[in-house]
């Protein structure tokens, strides 16, 4: 699948090329340095990183639900005892007189004191609790995923950039050695016109090229800074330390003459991952609502004792009699709880869930098709690229031969410097296109790469 018919011919250029464009390796960095810089630097990974903390957090909160209460309380209160009859909704507000209705107002104060142990547990809810953690899990498992999608779009927008960096580092190179070449052409006719054989015009037209070429090299070093300053933000490096490897770019190349199949691994891609977590937590959900309008059945026990400074009679006494406890008393219960209007609620509640649920499965079956689209493009690029990367050679080596014969001939006076500088162009151009085919090809494979799930294995190609 990724192999030239003239394979050879690419791989001389490639070695015959490399030196041009290669650095220093003590002062590059391979792609792969680069990633695990930004997987552990990158703001928005760190961020999301603490939200799977959250998540883990409450799912631990959650798995707690079960737990009890006892509630231990004790007051003491002085007020009047003077109660009538008829029944009224306490709201939460209304303090307890408790004693029958007396026959006429008595305004007297009356000591008492109360002490109580109460506990509640909810014993069995027909799987509510289950239902509880399951959502709390799947919460974290979407937190998970997303954070795994975002490392994965980091990482294909930092690939992408550094793939940027090395096509303008060798353009940088390619507009060097244009610098050079324009020199080395000012200086024979400077020395042809000084023996008459050319006019003065030419020279000024070669200062003309050569300012140009100088003009795009600073254009050029400018795009390089603002995209390592873009590396930088993300990966913690100092801009001037994202210098590009050269020699990892030629590498997979040449593997990919060789013939380096990708196996397809989109079932496991993170960003269908991400919405497969989603549509789960919506399915927990969804049992979840089905689960907490069940029944509940709760143990209650209490015990408590309290005094007054009432006697058996209801007769006021000292208030001191109103300290201390003077009767104890328990109860034990179990009790089931049922509201009959729930079964309203859990039916709207529940149709709301559902259409979520259809909503998240239409997402991930979107992203389905968007993969698989995606992979018929990345297919179709990476022959276009394959097949431009097979002519290139031609091209290269014929415009290098033009203009060395031009060259020659203008030096002996047989043509112009139009001729002579259009020849340049077309050497330039050539090199420059045969940059754009490389970083071209480069690009359609990672992107295939990205699209199929299969970084790493692109990657293991660099090095």
């Not at 109660?83 to 507000?93: L, P, Q, R």
């Not at 937190?143 to 960096?165: C, G, P, R």
């Not at 015009?201 to 300053?229: F, G, H």
């Not at 209801?314 to 709880?337: D, K, M, P």
Request: proline content about 2%; overall charge positive; aromatic content about 8%.
């Amino acid at each position: 699948m990724f192999c030239f018919k003239h394979g050879w011919c690419l791989a001389l250029l490639l070695l015959v090329a490399g030196p041009i464009y290669a650095q220093n390796p003590d002062s590059t960095i391979k792609l792969n340095e680069l990633l695990n810089r930004v997987a552990t630097n990158a703001p928005t990974l760190i961020t999301d990183s603490s939200a799977i903390l959250i998540k883990e957090a409450q799912a631990r909160e959650t798995s707690y639900n079960w737990l009890p209460n006892l509630k231990l309380n004790y007051q003491a209160n002085i007020g009047t005892n003077n109660n009538v009859g008829g029944a009224y909704f306490g709201f939460g507000i209304v303090p307890s007189n408790n004693r029958g209705v007396r026959d006429e107002s008595n305004t007297t104060a009356v000591l008492s004191n109360l002490g109580i142990a109460a506990f509640d547990m909810e014993l069995y809810n027909f799987g509510a609790y289950k239902a509880q953690n399951k959502v709390a899990e799947a919460e974290v498992d979407v937190q998970k995923s997303q954070f795994a999608a975002s490392k994965y779009n980091l990482q294909a927008y930092t690939i992408d950039n550094y793939l940027q960096l090395l096509k303008l580092q060798a353009f940088l190179t390619v507009q060097a050695r244009n610098i050079e070449r324009n020199k080395e052409i000012r200086r024979s006719i400077r020395a042809l016109a000084r023996s008459g054989i050319r006019a003065g015009v030419d020279t000024s037209v070669a200062e003309a090229e050569l300012s140009k070429a100088r003009l795009n090299y600073i254009e050029l070093k400018n795009q390089v800074k603002q995209i390592q300053l873009r590396l930088s933000a993300i990966s913690g490096m100092p801009s001037d330390y994202i210098v590009p490897d050269t020699v990892s770019e030629n590498n997979l190349i040449l593997h990919s003459i060789s013939g380096m199949l990708m196996t397809p691994d989109t079932a496991n891609h993170p960003l269908l991952q991400y919405y497969r977590s989603l549509y789960d937590n919506s399915l927990q959900r969804e049992n979840l609502v089905k689960k907490s309008y069940n029944p509940k059945i709760s143990l209650q026990a209490a015990a408590w004792g309290r005094a007054a400074s009432l006697d058996a009679n209801s007769g006021f006494t000292s208030l001191h009699n109103g300290l201390g406890l003077q009767r104890e008393n328990y109860v034990v219960g179990l009790g089931i709880t049922y509201n009959l209007f729930d079964l309203k609620r859990r039916q709207l509640k529940l149709n709301t869930q559902k259409i979520t649920s259809q909503y998240t499965l239409a997402k991930l079956n979107e992203q389905k098709i968007l993969l698989a689209a995606n992979t018929s493009q990345a297919d179709a690029n990476v022959t276009t690229a394959l097949e431009r990367l097979q002519e290139i050679p031609r091209q290269v080596k014929a415009a290098n031969a033009a203009y060395r014969q031009k060259f020659a001939l203008y030096k002996s006076g047989l043509t112009d410097i139009v001729e002579l500088n259009v020849a340049l162009n077309l050497l330039y151009r050539a090199e420059i296109d045969f940059i754009s085919a490389k970083n071209s090809y480069t690009q359609a494979l990672f992107q295939k790469a990205i699209t199929e799930n299969q970084v790493n294995q692109v990657l293991n190609q660099l090095n």
